[in-house]
């Protein structure tokens, strides 16, 4: 298995109240995602990073932000948590650098926004 | 519209019995990836593949870029085969768009 894991893996908050979700890999691998996922939705990609500092948004990034400042760490914020963000969010890593890489994931964190 | 669509949405079977699962998309793609999502959460990558068929085990993915379509197949199922299996197609945009998942149970 993938050394990925986060943390929290479960969360209660309100809304209103910032929360920080940190993914912590070592595989040293330079790709790493953050995705939530929703009921009658498909894993949706809110951001993602190719390298220390290297972010870029994905399809779902309104509300929150990311930060990469060691290879090792991924850590996705959001500044003011709204009930939409109840969710279970998934960071997942891949050595390749396209789409097409096979991405290994962690065990999720489960967010409840009250 | 989803771009991509997984039937059944739910399937149950006995165990030993063949199992297949669909994945059908709307636009031209480059892969396709088969996850499968254990009862407890984790996701784990089953497959990659862009053309004809991939086999591990008791699994068996096949793809027809042209048709826009994909199969997983689960030969003998077992009840530890019971997962949510998810694909993944990744556009010519290069973008990679998740299906909602084939809930699989297979009683003893």
């Known amino acids: 298995d993938a050394g990925i894991t986060q943390s929290p893996r479960h969360k209660v908050t309100e809304t209103g109240t910032p929360v920080t979700l940190r993914c912590h890999q070592t595989?040293?691998?330079?790709?790493m995602y953050w995705y939530r996922q929703d009921p009658g939705h498909g894993l949706r990609l809110i951001h993602y990073?190719?390298?220390?500092?290297?972010?870029d948004k994905g399809e779902v990034s309104d509300g929150y932000s990311v930060s990469r400042s060691k290879t090792e760490d991924f850590l996705l914020t959001l500044e003011s948590a709204t009930s939409s963000q109840t969710s279970v969010y998934f960071c997942?890593?891949?050595?390749?650098?396209?789409?097409?890489?096979?991405?290994?994931f962690g065990p999720g964190t489960r967010l409840l926004v009250l | 519209k989803n771009e991509v669509e997984q039937s059944p949405q739910n399937l149950t079977a006995q165990e030993g019995e063949f199992i297949t699962i669909n994945c059908s998309y709307s636009?031209?793609?480059?892969?396709l990836h088969w996850l499968q999502q254990h009862p407890g959460g984790g996701i784990v990558s089953l497959f990659m593949?862009?053309?004809g068929k991939k086999k591990h085990g008791r699994l068996i993915a096949t793809i027809n870029i042209q048709e826009k379509h994909s199969s997983l197949h689960i030969t003998a199922s077992h009840p530890r085969d019971s997962a949510v299996y998810i694909c993944?197609?990744?556009?010519?945009?290069?973008?990679?768009?998740f299906g909602t998942g084939t809930r699989l149970q297979v009683f003893p």
């Open positions: 636009v031209g793609i480059s892969a």
């Open positions: 997942a890593i891949s050595a390749g650098g396209t789409w097409g890489e096979t991405q290994y």
């Open positions: 593949l862009s053309s």
């Open positions: 993944a197609a990744l556009m010519n945009t290069d973008k990679l768009i």
């Open positions: 595989e040293n691998h330079r790709y």
């Open positions: 990073s190719y390298g220390v500092k290297d972010t």
